[in-house]
C-alpha cells in the first residue's frame, strides 16, 4: 500500500523568508502524481501545486516550487516569500495513475508565519 | 457557481440519532469520494464511487452508507451516531478533464454529543 509521509508536524517562517516542507513517500508503481494541497483555517482544501512522476522538471507555482527526486522517493516544498496567507495545514498527497484512483494523504504539517 | 457543494456545513446531534450529508459537483466528473478528516486532521479515504458504482470502501463500519443516485451526486448516511463519528466529512470529486486532482467541497463538521 502506498504511503505518505511528512515529519515535521509543525514548522514556522518569518514573513517574507523562505520555508520548505518535507515529504517523502512509498509506492512500487512509476507513474504517478503527487501534490501539495493547502488547508487554511476556513477549512478549504486548495490545491497549491502537482508534480507528474514521468516529468523530471519540477514543477514550479508563482512563489512555490518543488523538490522532485524520484529514486529518493522525495518531494518537497518551497515557499518562498513567505505571506500571512500562507500559514495553514500543508498535505503532501500522492495518487496511483488512474481516472478513479483515491488520493492518499499525509498527516500533514502546520505552518505559522511570523510578522 | 460552487463546484463541489456539500451541506449541511455543520451538524450537531445527538448520539444515537441518524443523519445525512449531501453532496454534489457541477464539474462533470466521473468519480466522487468521501474523505474523513479526524481531530488530529489527517485525512482518510472513506467511499468512492465511479459513475454510481461503489469502486472504494476503506473498511469503514456498516453504519455509513453512501448513495449515488447519479454520477453528479454522492451522498453519506450514517445510523445509529457515535462519539466517535465527530469529524469533519469532505466531497470531493475528479473527472478526465481535472488533470488528475481531486476537487474537495467545503466539508461538513459533525460533532456528536
Known amino acids: 500500500a502506498q504511503t505518505v509521509t511528512q515529519s515535521q508536524p509543525e514548522m514556522s517562517v518569518q514573513e517574507a523568508e523562505t520555508v520548505t516542507l518535507s515529504c517523502t513517500y512509498d509506492?512500487?508503481?512509476?507513474?504517478?502524481?503527487l501534490f501539495w494541497y493547502k488547508q487554511p483555517p476556513s477549512r478549504q482544501m486548495i490545491l497549491v501545486i502537482r508534480?507528474?512522476?514521468?516529468?523530471?522538471q519540477n514543477a514550479t507555482e508563482n512563489r512555490f516550487s518543488v523538490n522532485f527526486q524520484k529514486a529518493a522517493k522525495s518531494f518537497s516544498l518551497k515557499i518562498s516569500d513567505s505571506q500571512l496567507g500562507d500559514a495553514a495545514m500543508y498535505f503532501c498527497?500522492?495518487?496511483?495513475?488512474?481516472?478513479?484512483?483515491?488520493?492518499?494523504f499525509g498527516k500533514g504539517t502546520k505552518l505559522t508565519v511570523n510578522p | 457557481d460552487t463546484a463541489v457543494s456539500q451541506t449541511p456545513k455543520y451538524l450537531v446531534t445527538q448520539m444515537g440519532n441518524d443523519k445525512s450529508i449531501k453532496c454534489e459537483q457541477n464539474?462533470?466528473?466521473?468519480?466522487m469520494y468521501w474523505y474523513k478528516q479526524d481531530s488530529k486532521k489527517f485525512l482518510k479515504i472513506m467511499f468512492s464511487?465511479?459513475?454510481?458504482?461503489?469502486?472504494i470502501n476503506e473498511t469503514v463500519p456498516n453504519r455509513f452508507s453512501p448513495k449515488s443516485p447519479d454520477k453528479a451526486h454522492l451522498n453519506l448516511h450514517i445510523n445509529s451516531l457515535e462519539l466517535g463519528d465527530s469529524a469533519v466529512y469532505f466531497c470531493?470529486?475528479?473527472?478526465?478533464?481535472?488533470?488528475?486532482?481531486?476537487?474537495f467541497g467545503s466539508g461538513t463538521q459533525l460533532s456528536v454529543l
Open positions: 470531493a470529486s475528479s473527472g478526465p478533464t481535472s488533470n488528475e486532482k481531486l476537487f
Open positions: 509506492t512500487s508503481e512509476s507513474d504517478y502524481y
Open positions: 508534480q507528474e512522476a514521468y516529468k523530471q
Open positions: 498527497a500522492y495518487r496511483r495513475q488512474g481516472g478513479s484512483e483515491k488520493l492518499v
Open positions: 464539474l462533470g466528473h466521473d468519480t
Open positions: 464511487y465511479n459513475n454510481k458504482e461503489l469502486i
